[in-house]
């Protein structure tokens, strides 16, 4: 497809007003736009005005003309037309948040000195700030490519040295993405070098961290920028450049001038280190290495640049710490090796292929014997990284670490689908049980895995509903009640018809294991589809009474709410008020069971009352809910 070339109106001999725009003719209910003074004339302007009814009309982004023309406009006839209309030159509109004068606009986008000037000489005050404590100068020096708006500024009485609410100058934000021209200006007029924001970050700092011209460096240097100097967070310049800056002449630069290569951070992270993590340019970790920079280094954690680029970087970068000797199966304090940081973390598959070229070992473990591809299958979202770290003899269907299939790993923790089910295409087996709390992989979906696509996945893919976990024989539908915080994973398993009035092999149905989710939602959405609150399991227990010893009251409340009984006993006679009398922890479970008609007088089997239990509860028995248990035996 030819790109089109816009032409402006005027070249084409369009009617209307400013490059074929026409005055704004004002509407009801509708603010103009009033970008037609950004190229008005100055007579232009003016007949605009008596359209409008006022020099002070707001338009779109509740804008003014003078606003429009300040920011914008290269005439300054235009703004004088506009003052002498009558316009308000201290009249503020919003701008990303803060309210911003005609001059403020000027200074940060208007490269035209002249429209600036003519603002000033109207009177616009240079000195004063916005709520965030930015000036004038402040806006110039960051946004304006003109060193000229800079010095008429300055020449006007704007403070050089005057700092935000961070402690920022303007000599720190010239730095960030201006030239050197401009940093120039600003040095030439007086501006501290090594000035310290709040964070204790310098202007050559904020040079390496974002400037794209390693020129800016060399003039803060040439000026007696501080090249050692560290902030809150012990970076230095270099340090800063190397992690974040993508071009490598800025990293350069500061080498040159005597940076230290091998100062670390308050985590123990050298220049290297933050470039292997975070810069994705390999250009930047081989200035470093060629400097001589240790690639063997390692942080607070024993975590190497390999570490730390194969956790977070690409493949590029990881290929040039090998090639400058970095160990590939170094071990980190936790034992992880590069391989095992990008198996769980890297969404850059080939990061695995180049690690594994270099001989990392893929069966090397960590200490609960997990594996690099057990680990992937459990938390990377990309199903090819499975693919990078299978060997050609890998059993996909073996038990791992924690006695885990890479199925079970999957369906448990990784909330990508797609990753359960290219293992089951790669031969996973959904019947295989693993040998911890969460069984198949239906279960440990059930369980563990707050997306429900994940659930659904395996239901369509084969999964078994009537799978059954652990001694006391949890369904899926148990398993979610009890564990997993997502209301929706209940909702799918009872939409595929489990029961949550069925028991286990004890009779304790989803909705008691409910009672001890931390999120009501749960047990909510299991008391809709039962209907009632107190099925009885085969001790005569019902969720109330599971629910009474909970230090969390809200699935109390929501079973007294729903209509369950607080009288309802046990095969040895206890009610919810004697189990929370006799083992609870929350004094408000008394409270609200006596609130709600519990009978204090019920004994249980031994003929001991709620009030001769709560005497022996050490959590309770000084409370206000005993003497109020107390009161009401009485």
């Known amino acids: 497809m030819r790109a089109t070339i816009l032409v402006p109106a005027l070249m084409l001999g369009l009617p209307g007003g400013a490059f074929g725009m026409d005055c704004p003719a004002p509407t009801s209910g509708t603010p103009p736009d009033l970008s037609y003074f950004a190229r008005a004339s100055a007579d232009e302007a003016t007949a605009c005005l008596a359209t409008l009814g006022s020099a002070d009309r707001r338009g779109l982004g509740d804008?003014?003309?003078?606003?429009?023309?300040?920011?914008?406009?290269?005439?300054?006839?235009?703004?004088?037309?506009?003052?002498?209309?009558?316009a308000a030159i201290e009249a503020t509109v919003p701008q990303f948040g803060e309210p911003v004068t005609p001059l403020d606009l000027a200074a940060r986008y208007n490269p035209d000195a002249d429209v600036l000037q003519t603002l000033i000489d109207a009177g616009a005050k240079v000195d004063t700030s916005d709520s965030t404590g930015q000036t004038p100068l402040m806006l110039a020096a960051y946004g304006n490519m003109n060193p000229e708006v800079v010095r008429r500024l300055i020449a006007a009485g704007a403070p050089v040295g005057a700092q935000d609410a961070k402690g920022i100058t303007a000599l720190h934000l010239a730095a960030i993405k201006n030239s050197a021209g401009m940093v120039k200006t600003l040095l030439a007029a007086g501006a501290a070098v090594d000035a310290?924001?709040?964070?204790?970050?310098?202007?050559?700092?904020?040079?390496?961290?974002?400037?794209?011209?390693?020129?800016?460096?060399?003039?803060?240097?040439?000026?007696?920028?501080?090249?050692?100097?560290?902030?809150?967070?012990?970076?230095?310049?270099?340090?800063?450049?190397?992690?974040?800056?993508?071009?490598?002449?800025?990293?350069?630069?500061?080498?040159?001038?005597?940076?230290?290569?091998?100062?670390?951070?308050?985590?123990?992270?050298?220049?290297?280190?933050?470039?292997?993590?975070?810069?994705?340019?390999?250009?930047?970790?081989?200035?470093?290495?060629?400097?001589?920079?240790?690639?063997?280094?390692?942080?607070?954690?024993?975590?190497?640049?390999?570490?730390?680029?194969?956790?977070?970087?690409?493949?590029?970068?990881?290929?040039?710490?090998?090639?400058?000797?970095?160990?590939?199966?170094?071990?980190?304090?936790?034992?992880?090796?590069?391989?095992?940081?990008?198996?769980?973390?890297?969404?850059?598959?080939?990061?695995?292929?180049?690690?594994?070229?270099?001989?990392?070992?893929?069966?090397?473990?960590?200490?609960?014997?997990?594996?690099?591809?057990?680990?992937?299958?459990?938390?990377?979202?990309?199903?090819?990284?499975?693919?990078?770290?299978?060997?050609?003899?890998t059993n996909f269907n073996a038990l791992i670490g924690r006695d885990l299939t890479l199925l079970i790993a999957a369906a448990g923790r990784n909330e990508n689908p797609a990753v359960a089910l290219h293992l089951i295409a790669r031969g996973a087996f959904l019947s295989v049980r693993g040998r911890d709390l969460e069984g198949t992989p239906l279960l440990a979906a059930a369980r563990s895995n707050r997306n429900p696509a994940v659930l659904v996945a395996l239901l369509a893919a084969g999964a078994d509903l009537g799978d059954v976990s652990g001694t006391v024989k949890m369904t899926a539908l148990m398993e979610a009640a009890s564990y997993n915080e997502n209301p929706m994973v209940a909702e799918v398993l009872l939409s595929k018809g489990l029961d949550?009035?069925?028991?286990?092999?004890?009779?304790?149905?989803?909705?008691?294991?409910?009672?001890?989710?931390?999120?009501?939602?749960?047990?909510?959405?299991?008391?809709?589809?039962?209907?009632?609150?107190?099925?009885v399991d085969d001790f005569g227990r019902t969720p109330l009474h599971f629910a009474a010893t909970e230090p969390t009251l809200d699935a109390l409340r929501i079973l007294l709410d729903a209509g369950a009984s607080?009288?309802?006993?046990?095969?040895?006679?206890?009610?919810?008020?004697?189990?929370?009398?006799?083992?609870?922890?929350?004094p408000e479970a008394v409270t609200l069971l006596l609130a709600a008609g519990a009978d204090p007088g019920l004994p249980d089997v031994k003929g001991r009352l709620p009030v001769d239990v709560i005497a022996l509860n050490p959590a309770l028995r000084n409370t206000d809910a005993a003497r109020q248990l107390d009161a009401a035996t009485q």
């Open 63 to 86: 804008l003014t003309p003078l606003a429009v023309a300040a920011r914008s406009s290269h005439d300054p006839a235009v703004i004088v037309a506009l003052l002498k209309a009558g």
């Open 500 to 535: 949550p009035l069925a028991g286990n092999d004890v009779g304790i149905t989803a909705l008691h294991w409910a009672t001890d989710n931390p999120n009501p939602a749960v047990l909510r959405t299991l008391l809709t589809a039962a209907g009632k609150p107190d099925p």
């Open 196 to 393: 310290r924001s709040k964070r204790g970050t310098t202007p050559l700092m904020n040079a390496a961290w974002r400037n794209p011209d390693p020129e800016v460096a060399r003039t803060l240097l040439a000026a007696g920028a501080d090249i050692a100097a560290v902030d809150s967070t012990g970076y230095t310049a270099l340090m800063t450049a190397a992690r974040y800056n993508p071009d490598a002449g800025m990293v350069h630069v500061l080498i040159v001038a005597g940076a230290k290569l091998d100062t670390a951070d308050l985590a123990g992270h050298t220049a290297l280190m933050l470039a292997a993590a975070e810069n994705a340019n390999p250009e930047v970790v081989r200035r470093l290495v060629a400097a001589g920079a240790q690639v063997g280094a390692v942080d607070a954690k024993d975590n190497t640049a390999l570490h730390l680029a194969a956790t977070n970087n690409g493949a590029a970068v990881v290929q040039a710490l090998l090639q400058a000797g970095a160990t590939v199966d170094a071990r980190a304090d936790d034992r992880s090796t590069p391989l095992i940081e990008a198996a769980w973390s890297s969404t850059d598959p080939e990061v695995a292929r180049v690690l594994l070229a270099a001989g990392a070992d893929p069966a090397a473990v960590m200490p609960s014997g997990d594996t690099a591809l057990l680990l992937a299958a459990w938390h990377n979202s990309d199903p090819a990284m499975i693919d990078a770290l299978a060997q050609p003899d």
């Open 566 to 586: 607080a009288n309802a006993r046990t095969r040895k006679g206890e009610t919810a008020l004697f189990l929370a009398a006799q083992s609870g922890t929350a």
